[in-house]
Nanobody, 124 residues
Framework: QVQLVESGGGLVQAGGSLRLSCAAS????????MGWFRQAPGKERRFVAV????????EYADSVRGRFTISRDNAKNTVYLQMNSLEPEDTAVYYC?????????????????WGQGTQVTVSS
């Protein structure tokens, strides 16, 4: 079972940036898609971004496209989420997830392992 540990969350003003990291243990990281999801208070967990095993294919939620960038470093077993032009609506706990296939999707059901989450708070 892979372990995923997120870091990089915090408090930032609207318009600011944060970079989230997710470090994965184990040797099976590179062959699987990785994704980011978020859950705001009182709301369901929602898809943010996914990246294929090779890093060549990415997909974003409409609400973050053009502002967020997902990337991965397979040599470091790490996936990143660069978040720019942050808005108060981006406030949530952000979760990293490992896909069950090389390409993944926007569905949470396509991911088999989840991190504990990191809080992102954007003040207005």
């Amino acid at each position: 079972q892979v372990q995923l540990v997120e870091s990089g969350g915090g408090l930032v003003q609207a318009g600011g940036s944060l970079r989230l990291s997710c470090a994965a243990s184990g040797r099976t990281f590179s062959g699987y898609a990785m994704g980011w999801f978020r859950q705001a208070p009182g709301k369901e967990r929602r898809f943010v971004a996914v990246i294929s095993w090779s890093g060549t294919i990415t997909e974003y939620a409409d609400s973050v496209r053009g502002r967020f960038t997902i990337s991965r470093d397979n040599a470091k077993n790490t996936v990143y989420l660069q978040m720019n032009s942050l808005e108060p609506e981006d406030t949530a706990v952000y979760y990293c997830a490992k896909g069950t296939s090389p390409y993944g999707s926007s569905s949470g059901g396509s991911f088999g392992s989840w991190g504990q989450g990191t809080q992102v708070t954007v003040s207005s």
